[in-house]
């Protein structure tokens, strides 16, 4: 019986890491567009040209 207890948590702590080795892949990832939008942005302003901003 003791050794389908480690068993389990086992499993659940591999599961627990693949899960926060996926949120942390989607947060990088999120972080890495927003520093593209901000190169894009700074591009456009130092060419002096209009930016129209999204309004919801």
């Not at 591999?14 to 080795?21: H, T």
């Not at 567009?33 to 930016?51: A, Q, W």
Request: proline share 2%; charged share 15%.
């Amino acid at each position: 019986m003791t050794d389908n207890w480690i068993q389990t948590i086992i499993l659940r702590l591999e599961y627990l890491v693949y899960f926060l080795y996926a949120a942390q892949v989607s947060y990088n990832a999120q972080v890495s567009k927003g520093l593209l939008n901000m190169k894009v942005m700074n591009k456009v302003l130092r060419r002096g040209m209009p930016v129209r901003q999204q309004t919801n």
